[in-house]
């Protein structure tokens, strides 16, 4: 099992900043990837941004450019975000993904609590 827990939401203004961390404690050596979705009031969860093995990263559209996310340790995973708009408005959770290949090859998805960001105009 992984355990998840966020830190650094709050409420910014348009055009501000905030950073986002995420550690994860449990089995976190078969972790291959970490990073970040958000949920937005009346939608569905979406993908925002990605680390994977060898620090590969996959970022949403709308925060490209913006958003920044980097694992610093095995255990650890950020998400700078600067020039916030309203519509990044949402509850941010963080995602780890376990894989197992013995006996076969079973991937494991975990999620933190979330944290709100509130962006005003």
């Known amino acids: 099992q992984v355990q998840l827990v966020e830190s650094g939401g709050g409420l910014v203004q348009a055009g501000g900043s905030l950073r986002l961390s995420c550690v994860a404690s449990?089995?976190?050596?078969?972790?291959?990837?970490m990073g970040w979705y958000r949920q937005a009031s009346g939608k569905q969860r979406e993908l925002v941004a990605v680390?994977?093995?060898?620090?590969?990263t996959n970022y949403a559209d709308p925060v490209k450019g913006r958003f920044t996310v980097s694992r610093d340790n095995p255990n650890t995973v950020n998400l700078q975000m600067n020039s916030l708009e309203p519509e990044d408005t949402a509850v941010y959770y963080c995602?780890?993904?376990?894989?197992?290949?013995?006996?076969?090859?079973?991937?494991?998805?975990?999620w933190g609590q979330g944290t709100q960001v509130t962006v005003s105009k």
């Open positions: 995602y780890a993904r376990r894989t197992l290949f013995w006996p076969h090859r079973e991937d494991n998805d975990y």
């Open positions: 449990g089995n976190i050596f078969t972790i291959n990837t």
């Open positions: 680390v994977g093995e060898g620090g590969s």
